[in-house]
């Protein structure tokens, strides 16, 4: 190591060891300056370590999370950035504060922002990359579908050795011919059919002939063995699938991949497929089906990811939320509850949520609205536009109640009518509102952070 690039890591461990004992924090900042001192510090920091890049708009902190616990399964040095800071400057943080093992094989499997994928593959060769899914999101940063592959592809060329494990049922990563070895994985739990998705969803045109995709089954969105009537393109052969569903509910999904039984203690069809990608990871890696059953099966919630918190006597659940495709499989998980419940929805539009808050109305309000739940709370800085998309999707203004400020949401939550409460607020809200419920003492202080 350079005599420049020693200094750079000795500030920013420093800096990071400064923020982290007083203020509960640091991320980020450390990162920033190590980077400003030497601007090739990754190379240097990433030198040594097989890594794993996870990127796409959906499921990068969970799919990272699980993909940690599956490799834990065989080996014992992972170095990971688990507050879901995934720019360059996050990237050096984890590299700069992670405790290397002596001997065995150094891992890193570090959650990457698309845009930021070129930022780390200038500096570390992957020996992986693994693709969750691309949808509109945050249009203000990224534009639309192929603009934001195109942001990732432009990082996955210089690496043109590294693997692909991808999404199989999403069209767009089979629309580019690559070098890359790809491991495609996805759902086949269905049997044939025909189908259309509705009229409103992105990116079902064929990349060859700009027609139409049809598909066999459909999972969500725009994911699902597609297949074109008028060139004959369709989905890639799956390596890895998930040939049966046993049990959903809110909290917990059991399912059939490769013939192995598995469960994860999260709802939602959209992280069964990040424990299929960290699945399919597992295996790329060698471990046995058996075991990443086992990795898989813990009871290990990730910030922002229906956490669970105990506000007084009520149950909250709290879940991220940043685009429509995102947001109408929240809504589809809640509505597998037949219990009693209360519904708080935080809009913010900082840079870190998008400023862009149109995509509210490509979201189903109408179908939590059609429930007719005890209570609904709209809040965060943009409050009224929340407020009037529940408006319009028709929930009664007796039912409908505004807050702003999240300390009259926190307390408002304690008297709510029932047990159970769903908060779903956008990224910078989450943290707000986490800040208010830690301040209160309802979150631990070790765990104010993510």
């Known amino acids: 190591m350079s005599v420049k690039s020693s200094f750079a890591v000795a500030v920013g461990r420093s800096s990071y060891w400064f923020l982290h004992t007083f203020m509960k924090g640091g991320s ?6 190590t980077n400003q001192i030497d601007p090739d510090i990754l190379a240097t920091l990433g030198r040594d370590y097989e890594v794993v890049i996870i990127t796409g708009t959906n499921g990068k902190t969970l799919t990272t999370a699980l993909t940690v616990k599956v490799l834990q399964a065989k080996y014992h040095n992972i170095l990971t950035n688990p507050t879901g800071s995934n720019m360059k400057q996050g990237i050096i943080t984890a590299f700069l504060t992670h405790k290397t093992g002596r001997s065995g094989k150094k891992i890193a499997v570090l ?10 593959t200038k500096y570390i060769k992957p020996t992986a990359f693994v693709f969750t899914n691309i949808f509109r999101d945050q249009m203000d940063r990224y534009g639309e579908l192929y603009t934001t592959y195109k942001k990732i592809l432009a990082g996955v060329a210089k690496a043109p050795d590294a693997t692909i494990i991808a999404n199989g049922d999403a069209p767009i990563f089979n629309s580019q011919s690559l070098p890359n070895p790809i491991i495609y994985y996805g759902f086949n739990h269905q049997q044939d059919g025909e189908r259309k998705v509705p009229y409103n969803t992105d990116g079902v045109l064929c990349p060859v002939c700009n027609h139409i995709l049809h598909y066999k089954f459909l999972i969500y ?3 699902g063995k597609y297949y074109c009537p008028h060139c004959g393109f369709s989905r890639p052969k799956l390596q890895h699938s998930v040939t049966a569903l046993t049990h959903l509910t809110p909290t917990q999904s059991q399912f059939i991949v490769d013939q192995q039984a598995l469960k994860i203690n999260i709802g939602g069809t959209y992280n069964i497929y990040n424990a299929l990608a960290a699945y399919s990871v597992g295996r790329y890696f060698d471990i046995a089906p058996d075991k990443i059953a086992q990795a898989l099966d813990a009871d290990e919630k990730v910030f922002g990811r229906q956490e669970v918190i105990q506000v007084g006597t009520k149950a909250v659940t709290l879940i991220l939320v940043k685009n429509p495709v995102g947001l109408n499989q929240v809504f589809n998980l809640i509505s597998l509850n037949h219990k009693p419940f209360s519904l ?11 400023i862009d808050t149109s995509w509210i109305w ?17 809040g965060g800085e943009r409050v009224t536009d929340i407020a009037f998309r529940w408006q319009v999707a028709g929930v009664p203004k007796d039912s409908l109640i505004q807050i702003k400020d999240l300390d009259q949401v926190a307390e408002k939550i304690k008297n709510l009518p029932t047990q159970q409460v769903y908060v779903l607020a956008t990224y910078t809200a989450v943290l707000q509102l986490r800040e208010k419920l830690a301040a209160q003492g309802f979150i631990a202080a070790a765990n104010r952070k993510h």
Do not use: H, R, W
């Open 28 to 33: 980020s900042l450390p990162g920033k300056l």
């Open 111 to 120: 959650e990457v922002d698309e845009a930021n994928v070129i930022e780390v």
């Open 221 to 223: 969105s725009n994911l």
């Open 344 to 354: 708080v929805t935080l809009l913010n539009a900082n840079y870190a949520d998008g």
């Open 362 to 378: 490509d979201s189903d309000f109408e179908k939590m609205a059609a429930q007719k739940l005890l209570c609904y709370i709209a």
